[in-house]
């Protein structure tokens, strides 16, 4: 006994007690169905149990380590894996009733304090350290597809609605050429393309504007002037300068990158400091010299955050300007015409390879700033 | 030995030396938007070869927009400066000195190496010859075993020790140094002293000192300059000449302590100008 009641685990020992008491699928008054109640579930009784089990024991007890944790997200998995065999094997979905919602919700208070307990957890050694740091967002992850899935199957709500989470990744499993196809047209061309040249000459376009202090003030409010234009706007005007193939998409993304990455780098050549400004002039390091040893260094935190945003903006870009016009590939053209169809679960495995894209990309852009400017104050840690 | 023998006021310098640094009649007047900051005025001062010069007044008295005049961070707006015969922006180019700023002023993306190593690297020097300068320098301020670190693992006094470390691997002929020890401790400050002592003694070189301390100013200077507060004026030229080998210890002899009473005399003498 700590001392303190554990409150999370104590409401989902209360709940699951309840779940045993109340039925776990409503009736259905034409048919005449039964209602279910725990005596019909042989396997969803025994998680409810262990459930009851495990919240008495922890609100005693509390959650106190890790492996306590792993212990309660044990039964949770177990919980959960007789919740969805429940909806999909023993016919609840469509049907599920108070028990069956108050079961999950405790299952939810268990997972809340587990993953609570792993993400407040400190080592000095690095490989523990992240692999809590891991598992923390993992589970929180696959805990929020849980409920997406039980939502969407035990309300029984329709397909074209928000199908659940298992058929999209059913669909996205039996797609993978189509996926791979439309990822190769939109990402790997379109997007690289258009973000390395919109990147790259915004860059340069920033180190030349900084050498006229004409342009620093005229340019500035013209970027901010392009860069508010809707790509609504710019992209059938690309598609017509450019063609139909991804080369007018890179054309919108360079627009849309290049006054993030010009505005950011212009005011990051400006922070590096008088006292490390004067200090060069003592080594009388020319211009370029300067530059490349000081000032670029300098701003690379600012460069960075243009890099971050523009990844994001990029893949917005260009499934976007797919909507106006595009060989027949290319993500932004599967999402226009499969939501014509009514094929919702192809719009959402497309949606979902974008949001895995965009991760993906947005997550190597974090790690290479992450590697490049250990030295910012943001990043350090003290290590002797 | 009488004091007169110790202390001497400034006879006119024979032409014959070699003078460093030859100011005349500079003035600065900064121009800020609550009217202007006279920050020097009407300033005198010649260092010859070899001579290590120490800067003491109050704080705000000018000493380092002095230096930086001299470094050509900053341009007189009246008078005549010449840096070995040559003009400051000049004598800047030549890269004639090595400056050491009053805060370390590490760049906090290069680790303590690589810092000493950037004036070697903008002179274009050979990886070897880069490497070896480093580990010398960094090897004088004591600081062997921390060239991977990078500045913001270091104390503020190590910190200053590396830019220090910097201005020396520079190995230029004149060292202007603007209250290089004034975040240490006494202890290491002490040492550093002797150190600089030290590598003054052995290499000829000039150094000019800007400082807030009496006895650090007697113990290092072959000559003192006494400036008073704003506008900064020379007030006092003092000259010394303890044995270039001299250790802590001259600071409990009755010679020390006149030059430091004299010193004082000045700095006090200054402050009156204002009531
Ligand atoms: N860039 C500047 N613009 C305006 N005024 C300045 C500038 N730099 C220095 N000053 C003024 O000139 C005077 C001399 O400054 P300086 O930094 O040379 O003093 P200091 O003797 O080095 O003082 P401390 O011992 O505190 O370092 C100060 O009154 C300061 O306010
Ligand atoms: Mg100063």
Not at chain 2, 13 to 19: H, L, Y
Not at chain 2, 71 to 77: G, I, K, N, S, Y
Not at chain 2, 130 to 155: D, I, M, T, Y
Request: a neutral charge; aromatic letters at 10%.
């Amino acid at each position: 006994m700590t001392g303190k009641l554990d409150k999370f685990c104590l409401v989902a020992a209360v709940f699951a007690l309840l779940s045993l008491v109340f039925p776990l699928s409503g009736v259905d008054i034409d048919t005449g169905k039964n209602v279910a109640f725990v005596s019909d579930l042989p396997g969803l009784a025994s998680a409810m149990v262990a459930c009851v089990v495990a919240g008495v024991v922890f609100t005693w007890y509390g959650v106190t380590s890790v492996l306590r944790a792993c212990i309660v997200l044990a039964v949770v998995v177990f919980g959960a894996w007789q919740a969805v065999a429940a909806l999909y094997h023993q016919g609840l979905a469509g049907y599920a009733s108070y028990g069956f919602w108050m079961f999950i919700f405790s299952l939810w208070a268990l997972v809340w304090r587990a993953i609570d307990v792993i993400a407040n957890y400190h080592s000095l050694e690095n490989g523990k350290q992240q692999t809590a740091n891991i598992i923390v967002p993992v589970a929180f992850g696959i805990w929020l597809l849980f409920l997406w899935e039980v939502i969407t199957a035990g309300f029984g709500v329709p397909q074209v609605l928000l199908p659940p989470p298992s058929m999209i990744g059913a669909r996205f499993a039996s797609s993978t050429g189509i996926l791979w196809d439309d990822f190769r047209q939109t990402f790997l061309k379109a997007v690289i393309a258009g973000y390395v040249l919109g990147c790259g000459s915004g860059l340069i376009v920033a180190i030349a504007v900084d050498r006229v202090p004409f342009l620093k003030r005229g340019l500035l409010p013209l970027g901010n002037m392009v860069s508010a234009l809707p790509i609504i706007g710019v992209a059938p005007i690309m598609v017509m300068w450019f063609g139909f193939d991804w080369q007018s998409k890179a054309a919108v993304i360079v627009i849309m990158t290049f006054f993030p990455m010009l505005v950011n780098t212009v005011s990051g050549l400006s922070a590096a400091g008088r006292l490390e400004k004067d200090l060069m002039a003592t080594y009388a390091s020319g211009y370029w010299s300067t530059l490349f040893r000081l000032r670029l260094p300098a701003a690379l935190p600012f460069i960075f955050n243009a890099l971050k945003i523009n990844s994001t903006l990029a893949l917005i870009g260009a499934i976007v300007a797919e909507f106006f016009g595009t060989p027949i590939v290319g993500m932004g053209f599967r999402i226009s015409t499969e939501v014509g169809r009514m094929n919702v679960d192809m719009v959402w495995a497309e949606i979902a390879l974008a949001a895995l894209a965009g991760t993906a990309f947005y997550g190597a852009v974090a790690f290479a700033e992450r590697k490049v400017t250990s030295w910012h104050p943001s990043f350090r840690v003290r290590r002797h | 030995m009488t004091l007169q023998a110790v202390v001497n006021n400034v006879a006119p310098m024979a032409a014959s030396k070699d003078v460093v640094v030859d100011i005349q009649k500079m003035s600065l007047t900064f121009q800020t938007a609550d009217g202007p900051v006279y920050a020097l005025s009407e300033v005198d001062l010649t260092i010859n070869k070899g001579e290590f010069v120490s800067f003491i007044g109050p704080s705000g008295c000018g000493k380092t927009t002095l230096l930086r005049v001299i470094a050509d961070l900053e341009r007189a707006t009246g008078g005549d400066i010449l840096i070995n015969g040559v003009s400051p922006q000049q004598a800047r180019e030549d890269r004639s000195y090595g400056y050491v700023f009053q805060a370390p002023a590490l760049l906090p993306w290069r680790s303590i190496e690589r810092n000493v190593t950037l004036p070697l690297e903008i002179m274009e020097l050979s990886k070897e010859e880069r490497l070896r300068r480093a580990h010398e320098a960094l090897k004088l301020v004591e600081l062997n075993g921390f060239e991977k670190k990078f500045p913001w693992q270091l104390s503020g006094g190590m910190q200053q020790r590396a830019s220090i470390a910097r201005a020396l691997s520079f190995d230029a002929d004149l060292l202007l140094m603007d209250e290089p020890f004034g975040a240490l401790d006494e202890i290491v400050r002490d040492h550093l002293n002797e150190q600089l002592l030290k590598l003054w003694a052995r290499t000829n070189k000039t150094v000019a000192f800007v400082t807030h301390s009496i006895p650090e100013a007697v113990f290092l200077s072959s000559k003192i300059v006494v400036m008073s507060p704003r506008p900064g004026r020379i007030i006092d030229v003092i000259e010394t000449d303890f044995a270039k080998d001299r250790t802590l210890d001259i600071r409990e002899t009755p010679e020390f302590l006149e030059v430091a009473h004299r010193v004082r005399e000045g700095l006090r003498a200054g402050h009156s100008y204002d009531d």
